[in-house]
Nanobody, 123 residues
């Protein structure tokens, strides 16, 4: 069983920055891919970014490319999402997810999910 716990969300003004963290635990934690998704009120969950655990290869949604950076610390079993130049449309609950295989943006290919952390960007 893998447990994922997100932190770092909050309220920030447009143009500001936040860094989200996702701490993983569980004796079965051995992911190939870690991802971040988000869900705004009334909208479907959407892909934000992902990173492969061994090589650190990254992939981003077009809407966040150049503003968000995903990274991981293997020693701490933690993945981060640095979010800069935040916009009101980035407001959402952000979820961390892990996958046993190399994957990209499809939520159904991820096996474990955190509870989410709220990010609110005011204009």
């Amino acid at each position: 069983q893998v447990q994922l716990v997100e932190s770092g969300g909050g309220l920030v003004q447009a143009g500001g920055s936040l860094r989200l963290s996702c701490a993983a635990s569980g004796h079965t934690f051995s992911p190939s891919t870690m991802g971040w998704f988000r869900q705004a009120p009334g909208k479907e969950r959407e892909f934000v970014a992902r990173i492969t655990w061994s090589s650190g290869s990254t992939y981003y949604a077009d809407s966040v490319k150049g503003r968000f950076t995903i990274s991981r610390d293997s020693a701490k079993n933690t993945v981060y999402l640095q979010m800069n130049s935040l916009k009101p449309e980035d407001t959402a609950v952000y979820y961390c997810a892990s996958a046993r295989y190399i994957t990209y943006a499809t939520a159904g290919t991820y096996d474990s999910w955190g509870q989410g952390t709220q990010v609110t960007v005011s204009s």
